[in-house]
């Protein structure tokens, strides 16, 4: 697929439409600010897009370029090593790469004793004797190691070193797996919550870095009661479907009351909040390109990043000409 | 000129300076350290410094002491014990890269009749094997992957500044041990009628398929002589090990007439069969 000026495509996610493998490889790339297509496919599309791919098999990251990655722990590593999530002393990716095979192994004993009938054919004896002996031997050893892992860390908000590694994303994702899936839930979550207290801090530490992703943010909206500036950030968060709480004040309730609390940054609507996440964002047009940045509505392309400036020039009431400055130097 | 008595001041204040740890290691460490081994070697030096130091200097002995453990391989005090069973397996890339690394290391075999003892004896972490001990320096690692993975970027053979070249490395590594794990699949808790039907998947579909991707990357590949760059990475450890330890073992005789079909693979395999041995 040649690249044609002009013509930009994003890098391609394609998998299942759950958690699972694909988990940690989205949250990687949603971090580092890479915007992505995240396809998901139904499972019963599978068989119709398994045919179009190398090795039969999901994850598969689709570069710019149109070449196909696959195997979820070298796209993983991959993405890591590009954008400054691999730890280069041996010691600490062998902690990484020790953390996710642990997981893993886990993991498929898990879908062993745990999975119904198609996926897993023991009767149901061998199946409860095994996930009894998984909860109380096996996995307690693996846990173990992982939690002794967090302890012996220099800092035990990260799982290796003093930043986010690969390791903290693929840990956020098993996480989710396992709390999107009842059956998982159930069994697992008050196991960990009483049993390793700290890997459970730790958890609900790197799950706040995500509350945008998984849409927990409680966005506050301030303006006035017309549409105003604000109505295009209305629009965006109605398009993607974000709740938000539309907060309106008259003229009068706004001189009178809330201009001189010390809320308001800048003395000025509109303003966006979100208490969870820390975000206190005034300045309209500043508002609107950071969330189309990261629900991918900003054009990628300069022709039309310049465009937008051209659309936005006539909407200001006096004259603030950056457009011009843009323009020119010919 | 550096311990002349009319540069007093600029020594002491050297030494000070030293006393600082830093986080990761630099090469006023590796200057350090040439220097201390220096001191140590030297005999005359040894009795007229080397007590001064671990006296009036505690911080810095105890951090020359931490930092000389790093190049126990190079002094040649590594006394590095890889324990697993006495067959090929998932440790015979371990010991590929252990000799191509000039680490000489203790081979220990451990029977199937005595595994079941050593397993609760708490010395296993994960009461698996093959594990990698080293006393001297203080390691105790488990879980072949990642002990690949810790060797290949100590010693250079794991791309790690390349992001692509890493994945291309990571790409040979992942599918090899897909082609591991299935077979081990066959031995772990299953059920009988399960087994028929998953050993024909595993050797009618999955690894037929592998294989074909795999030569079409060899054909690729213009030197022919290393599957990625121009010397040996832990792609090529992966290949041959996993070859000795599944492809050649009697337990599955279907990869015999699997590897007809695929000239190039076996070829490589011949190759370097001879050159990597331990």
Redesign the interface.
């Known amino acids: 697929q040649r690249r044609v000026h002009g013509d930009y495509c994003l890098m391609k996610l394609y998998y299942f439409d759950f958690p699972g493998r694909g988990e940690a490889i989205r949250l990687t790339l949603s971090h580092a600010g890479v915007p992505f297509e995240d396809v998901r496919i139904q499972f019963k599309d599978w068989l119709a897009t398994k045919a179009k791919l190398e090795l039969k098999q999901m994850p598969v990251l689709e570069l710019e370029g149109g070449k196909q990655l696959t195997q979820s722990y070298a796209i993983l590593e991959y993405l890591g090593c590009k954008y400054g999530y691999l730890p280069t002393n041996h010691d600490e990716i062998y902690r990484c790469i020790f953390i996710m095979n642990t997981i893993e192994d886990v993991f498929q004993k898990a879908i062993i004793y745990g999975s119904p009938p198609p996926v897993s054919t023991l009767d149901e004896k061998t199946k409860e004797e095994g996930m009894k002996k998984l909860i109380e031997t096996d996995g307690k050893l693996y846990l173990n190691a992982i939690e002794r892992k967090l302890i012996e860390n220099v800092s035990q908000d990260f799982i290796v070193g003093r930043k986010h590694t690969i390791a903290d994303f693929y840990l956020v994702g098993v996480f989710i797996h396992m709390m999107h899936t009842p059956k998982w839930k159930e069994l697992f979550a008050s196991h960990i919550a009483s049993g390793y207290p700290l890997l459970q801090s730790y958890i609900e530490k790197r799950l706040t870095d995500f509350n945008e992703y998984y849409k927990k943010c409680d966005y506050k909206l301030y303006y006035f009661v017309t549409p105003g500036r604000a109505e295009m950030t209305r629009i965006l968060f109605r398009h993607c479907k974000i709740p938000f709480g539309d907060i309106r004040f008259t003229p009068d309730q706004w001189m009178k009351e809330e201009k001189k609390t010390g809320k308001y940054e800048l003395e000025q609507l509109p303003v966006l909040k979100c208490e969870p996440s820390g975000i206190n964002y005034s300045q309209s047009d500043a508002i609107i390109q950071t969330l189309g940045l990261k629900h991918g509505l900003l054009p990628v392309n300069k022709p039309e990043k310049l465009s937008l400036i051209h659309i936005s020039e006539p909407t200001r009431r006096y004259a603030i000409s950056y457009a011009v400055f843009c323009l020119k130097k010919k | 000129f550096f311990f002349s008595s009319r540069r007093r001041h600029t020594r002491q204040r050297s030494v000070s300076w030293a006393r600082r740890c830093v986080q990761?290691t630099a090469i006023a460490d590796f200057y350090l350290m040439g220097i201390y081994a220096n001191v140590l070697n030297h005999p005359d030096w040894k009795t007229m410094f080397g007590d001064r130091i671990e006296k009036k200097y505690p911080v810095l002995h105890a951090y020359a002491e931490k930092r000389m453990k790093d190049f126990n391989l190079y002094y040649g005090k590594c006394k590095t014990k890889l324990y697993y069973f006495d067959m090929p397996g998932r440790a015979e890339m371990i010991r590929i890269t252990l000799k191509q690394m000039h680490n000489p290391f203790e081979d220990i075999r451990i029977k199937y009749e005595d595994w079941p003892k050593e397993k609760v004896s708490g010395k296993f972490?994960?009461?698996q094997l093959p594990i990698l001990e080293c006393e001297a320096c203080g390691i105790n690692?488990?879980?072949a992957?990642?002990?690949m993975?810790?060797?290949g970027?100590?010693y250079g053979y794991l791309p790690?500044?390349?992001?692509?070249k890493?994945?291309k490395v990571?790409?040979w590594?992942?599918?090899w041990k897909?082609i591991m794990e299935g077979c081990a699949k066959l031995f772990?808790?299953?059920?009988e009628?399960?087994k028929v039907q998953t050993r024909a998947d595993l050797f009618e579909k999955t690894v037929p398929?592998?294989f074909a991707?795999m030569e079409e990357r060899l054909k690729l590949n213009k030197a022919q002589s290393f599957l990625v760059g121009k010397s040996y990475t832990n792609a090529d450890f992966y290949f041959v090990g996993i070859w000795r330890g599944f492809i050649q073992n009697p337990m599955f005789p279907e990869f015999k007439e699997i590897t007809k079909k695929f000239p190039l693979l076996e070829q490589y395999f011949e190759v370097n069969n001879k050159l990597l041995q331990h």
């Open positions: 990761e972490e994960l009461q690692v488990c879980q992957d990642a002990i993975h810790r060797l970027i100590r790690i500044s390349n992001p692509e890493l994945y990571l790409w590594c992942n599918t897909d772990g808790p299953i059920s009628g399960k398929l592998y991707r």
